[in-house]
């Protein structure tokens, strides 16, 4: 079965590919490699042993994707695409509301148009804003701080009247928390351009040399060691977690949304401390302000997702570390 993937040659989208190749689906790849490179099609290519179909387009180009729809015999799609930095969303939210939401809503028409009634959306734990509680269930309030997690919240809403106005869709939104690691053989991973935002990406390159040493973005929160909490979870479980979403458009209706966390949090210094344990390697760090518009601690409950999707996060911080580092040790300017 073909499986449209925009974004496909992304962090999550990539192994997203791999996930859905070794469960029997056929991605086709759509990808404008605004925030992506090429190379990652050869590296899949490596790991799957088949060079999966590619086409360089924007989500916004509604003939381009008629004619994908047309090429190829797609029954799903996953919707990866989208800017992803928080800052810079709030430095330029026209962007991110023209790309990540505008850009969304051409793709259901297009679907909506093919006779495509089956769509996984990338969404994130941005959508709930500040914590009110912990862990972070489905229930929690909407109340993003960025326009970068309204953009995903106005998706949803789409995809949410979507579903209501007809009754043959089904669409799933699942909510990451911290996405990092990387695939075990090493070939593939997170390969942020210029000056990463996300921690995981600044400790790796820190411990290569590439940076002189990461900045913690404050020690004075209300949690055990002073810095920030996050649920941080292997891309590996994420992508198998798209398989289990996809598995379920056949036999669901409706909108649903599903958190992807493990239910466990980890500090910046214990991030360090695990990694230092991993790897052998001390990473050096200064302490600094706090980051605008980050949070003490942000934890998913993934219980809904074990319970519908039978999905469950089986990897852990060690393995999430060892992999990075592999990742990163192998190609230590990225691809
Ligand atoms: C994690 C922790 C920082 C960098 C964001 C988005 C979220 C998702 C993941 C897209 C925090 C600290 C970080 C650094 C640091 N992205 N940190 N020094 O902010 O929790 O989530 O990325 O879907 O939607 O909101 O992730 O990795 O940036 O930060 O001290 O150089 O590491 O303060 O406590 P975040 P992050």
């Given at each position: 079965?073909?499986v ?6 992304g962090y ?35 790991i ?13 180009d ?28 709030t ?17 259901m ?7 495509v ?6 969404s994130?734990?941005?959508v709930y ?6 862990p972070?269930?489905e ?6 701080t ?13 995809m ?5 106005a ?6 799933i ?9 990387a ?15 996300n921690?995981?990406p600044?400790?790796t ?14 020690n004075?929160?209300?949690?055990p ?6 649920d ?30 493990t ?44 319970q ?24 230590p300017?990225?691809?």
């Amino acid at each position: 079965m073909d499986v449209l993937v925009t974004g496909g040659l992304g962090y999550v989208g990539s192994h997203t590919c791999i996930a859905l190749h070794q469960a029997g689906y056929r991605p086709v790849i759509y990808d404008n490699l605004s925030n992506a490179s090429i190379v990652v099609l050869d590296q899949l290519a490596k790991i799957c042993g088949k060079r999966f179909s590619f086409i360089q387009a924007d989500v916004g180009d509604a003939l381009a994707l008629r004619q994908c729809f047309t090429d190829f015999s797609i029954e799903a799609v996953l919707h990866f695409a989208a800017y992803k930095a928080v800052g810079e969303s709030t430095a330029q939210p026209l962007n991110y509301y023209q790309n990540n939401v505008c850009h969304s809503a051409t793709l259901m028409s297009e679907m909506q148009n093919a006779g495509v009634r089956r769509l996984v959306f990338s969404s994130s734990a941005t959508v709930y804003g500040v914590p009110q509680y912990l862990p972070i269930d489905e229930n929690h309030s909407k109340a993003p701080t960025n326009p970068y997690g309204w953009s995903k919240l106005m998706v949803e809403q789409i995809m949410r009247d979507q579903c209501s106005a007809n009754a043959d869709w089904l669409a799933i939104a699942l909510r990451y928390f911290n996405p990092v690691g990387a695939h075990p053989s090493g070939l593939l991973g997170e390969n942020p351009s210029g000056i990463p935002n996300n921690l995981m990406p600044y400790v790796t390159q820190t411990a290569t040399g590439h940076r002189e040493k990461l900045y913690i973005y404050g020690n004075d929160y209300d949690t055990p060691d002073g810095t920030g909490v996050r649920d941080y979870v292997h891309v590996m479980d994420l992508a198998e977690g798209h398989v289990q979403a996809v598995d379920r458009l056949f036999s669901e209706q409706g909108f649903h949304a599903f958190n992807l966390g493990t239910g466990n949090g980890a500090s910046v210094l214990d991030v360090l401390k695990e990694f230092e344990l991993v790897t052998g390697v001390s990473v050096p760090y200064s302490i600094t302000h706090r980051r605008p518009g980050d949070v003490a601690v942000s934890v998913a409950s993934p219980a809904l997702a074990r319970q519908v999707l039978e999905w469950h996060a089986q990897r852990d911080l060690k393995t999430m570390l060892g992999d990075s580092w592999r990742w990163q040790s192998n190609y230590p300017e990225g691809i």
